[in-house]
């Protein structure tokens, strides 16, 4: 199985809205990643967890609070959000974080509108 | 930080024309990777190049990175529609980053 699920595939909120995305992989990957992509330009890379501890934050504004309850699992916890903040976010996940093993499994992403 | 440069943004082909896309660096890569995006889809990873002068080929896609391991290039003999999509390369932007260059947009006439 070499699936990243993500739900849910859209979502529209308000700004004053509290929303969650959700990420699952069953690949035993050890490394997970949250990415901002707009429209008509590359991934841009959020959050990093490493073996469940957050290891990378871009400097991401603090209404986004990322969260990895296991191994398996990363959420993405909105609030608050902006109408500059919609895109379609991805999630990835790759064998470990190092770069010998890092080919990326991306979800098929949420597509965020923020009202 | 580590930034990959994309050239060209968009290329519109005719079907059965090649078409080929670069990635530089200005600094030395241990690895490089390609990802395929198709119109409404997700990045798709293509392959991973880690030895200088590597060449390697998937069916009609062949790719290569430089001797110096700054440069990479994905060439598609003989495009066809499913080639749609923007293509992406990928390299290390310090510990634990991939980071993307701005991709090549691939359209293409039947």
């Known amino acids: 199985d070499t699936e990243v699920t993500q739900t849910p595939k859209h979502l529209v909120m308000g700004m004053t809205n509290k929303k969650s995305l959700k990420c699952e992989q069953h690949?035993?990957?050890?490394?997970m990643y949250w990415y901002k992509q707009k429209a008509k330009k590359p991934p841009e890379l959020m959050f990093v967890?490493?073996?469940?501890?957050?290891?990378i934050n871009e400097s991401v504004p603090s209404r986004f609070s990322p969260e990895c309850p296991n191994s398996s699992l990363l959420n993405l916890h909105l609030h608050a959000l902006q109408p500059e903040d919609s895109a379609l976010y991805l999630c990835?996940?790759?064998?470990?974080?190092?770069?010998?093993?890092?080919?990326?499994?991306f979800g098929p992403g949420t597509r965020l509108l923020v009202l | 930080g580590q930034q990959v440069m994309q050239i060209p943004q968009y290329q519109h082909v005719q079907e059965g024309e090649d078409f080929t896309t670069y990635c530089n660096s200005s600094t030395t890569l241990s690895n490089i990777q390609w990802y395929k995006q198709r119109p409404g889809g997700h990045p798709v990873f293509l392959i991973q190049?880690?030895?200088?002068?590597e060449v390697k080929k998937q069916k009609r896609l062949t790719f290569q990175f430089g001797e110096a391991k700054k440069n990479s290039s994905l060439h598609i003999t003989a495009t066809q529609t499913t080639d749609v999509g923007t293509y992406f390369c990928?390299?290390?932007?310090?510990?634990?980053?991939?980071?993307f260059g701005q991709g090549t947009r691939l359209t293409i006439n039947p």
């Open positions: 690949m035993g990957h050890r490394a």
């Open positions: 990835a996940s790759s064998q470990t974080a190092d770069w010998r093993y890092q080919t990326q499994y």
């Open positions: 190049l880690v030895k200088s002068g």
């Open positions: 967890y490493s073996y469940e501890k957050l290891s």
């Open positions: 990928a390299g290390p932007g310090g510990a634990q980053k991939l980071v």
